[in-house]
């Protein structure tokens, strides 16, 4: 029996991505023609149809769905195992692509990079910035090997470990910290003065549950895209929002003078890494993992 071509896989699975032909043979450096032919083949080596045609669309069958799901997992372990061989059994060679989340990657990454090229030097990085859900989405589907993400996080199925804490600081109006300071209470704020991230962002999610926000009416309507705007949202409205003690430390809010206040109860949120259970890169990961430790720990 024939086996299908690895290459084949690879163009289906950028077809089921795209949902175009063109766009999908665009992705995979092929001309249609090719990818087509190739999608053909694997329906005649499985004798099983993958796709639905007529002449202007396609559907993916539930075979062919199947398939997807299988043909992912068979690329996802070929290229862990090319990534493996690659490395020649030493864990500080080769290529890593980590993903992270915006809130983190500016404040974490430039000081894990100059880090693993003085201990790491022969390791490359390669690094992806994305929100939380389209990481885990690419860690499964093979396009990044770890991601560094806040925690919890629920059913994602991936291995995991805590890396360390990041504490919540209280930044914006001096007026408006002074007030919460006196009682702790959220309900002696103004209704709409609290600013937070989108919903997009798992900060903002963190940070509620953190510091127990039951009362939506003390929340802004407006939500900002990046933790730059909410800096400048809460300083122009002379409100108040949560920081991310790593922002903190990076000067975050200096330049437009807000008041950054730690809470007096211990605030955070848990900084860990996810990678694949199949992964055979382990060793690397935990390399990795000891090098994120130590910079939490001088930012804590």
């Given at each position: 029996?024939a ?32 990818l ?60 890593v692509?980590?993903?992270?989340i ?27 910035e ?125 330049a ?45």
């Open positions: 029996m086996l299908p071509n690895l290459k084949h896989l690879q163009y289906l699975l950028a077809l089921y991505e795209h949902k175009h032909f063109n766009r999908a043979a665009d992705a995979c450096y092929v001309s249609q023609s090719t087509s032919n190739a999608i053909v083949k694997l329906e005649e080596q499985m004798a099983c149809q993958l796709l639905e045609r007529d002449h202007k669309s396609f559907i993916f069958t539930p075979q062919g769905e199947k398939i997807v799901e299988m043909a992912r997992s068979i690329v996802v372990s070929a290229t862990e195992m090319v990534d493996f061989a690659q490395q020649q059994g030493d864990p500080t060679k080769g290529l692509r980590i993903g992270c915006p809130t983190i990657a500016p404040y974490l990454l430039a000081d894990l990079v100059k880090s693993c090229q003085q201990q790491l030097p022969q390791l490359q990085l390669y690094l992806d994305d929100t939380t859900e389209q990481l885990l989405i690419k860690l499964a589907n093979g396009e990044i090997d770890l991601a560094l993400l806040a925690l919890p996080i629920e059913k994602h199925g991936f291995q995991s470990k805590v890396l360390g804490k990041d504490n919540f600081y209280f930044a914006g109006s001096d007026k408006l910290i002074k007030i919460f300071k006196e009682n702790s209470d959220f309900h002696s704020l103004p209704k709409q003065s609290v600013f937070l991230l989108s919903e997009e962002h798992c900060l903002t999610e963190h940070a509620v549950s953190a510091c127990k926000l039951a009362d939506k009416t003390r929340i802004n309507s407006f939500s900002a895209s990046s933790i730059a705007t909410l800096i400048q949202m809460t300083a122009f409205h002379q409100g108040v929002t949560f920081l991310p003690a790593m922002a903190v430390n990076k000067g975050v809010g200096l437009e003078g807000i008041t950054i206040e730690a809470f007096a109860d211990n605030i955070y949120r848990e900084i860990g890494m996810l990678w694949r259970p199949t992964s055979l890169r382990r060793q690397t990961f935990s390399k990795l993992a000891n090098i994120v430790e130590q910079i939490l720990k001088q930012t804590s």
